[in-house]
């Protein structure tokens, strides 16, 4: 059984910061790949950030240099940093879980969370 409880959400000014979490109760945290993405209101889902079993990361180009991946594997625990948050930031943000490697490379995920919203304000 797989689950991903996503915090963090809240609602900020453009510049500020938030930090996401995504508790994952599944087995082997270390051996999945790991990732976020989000949907804003009339727009499909957008792949965000992953982080593989590797440790290695991707970002969308709409968010390099401002949102950082990272993970606690001890705690099976997930992060999204943002930072210099845009309003076109504004969206529901997911955490999601895969373990096929090659689904990951292309930002496909078998299990997501609920999703926590995050809503910048200019």
């Known amino acids: 059984q797989v689950q991903l409880v996503e915090s963090g959400g809240g609602s900020v000014q453009a510049g500020g910061s938030l930090r996401l979490s995504c508790a994952a109760s599944?087995?082997?945290?270390?051996?999945?790949?790991m990732g976020w993405s989000r949907q804003a209101p009339g727009k499909e889902r957008e792949r965000v950030a992953t982080?593989?079993?590797?440790?290695?990361?991707y970002y969308a180009d709409s968010v390099k240099g401002r949102f950082t991946i990272s993970q606690d594997n001890a705690k099976n625990t997930l992060y999204l940093q943002m930072n210099s948050l845009k309003p076109e930031d504004t969206a529901m943000y997911y955490c999601?879980?895969?373990?096929?490697?090659?689904?990951?490379?292309?930002?496909?995920?078998?299990?997501w969370g609920q999703g926590t919203q995050v809503t910048v304000s200019s």
């Open positions: 999601a879980a895969e373990r096929q490697i090659s689904r990951c490379g292309r930002g496909e995920y078998s299990y």
């Open positions: 599944l087995y082997g945290y270390s051996t999945w790949c």
């Open positions: 982080i593989d079993i590797g440790g290695s990361t």
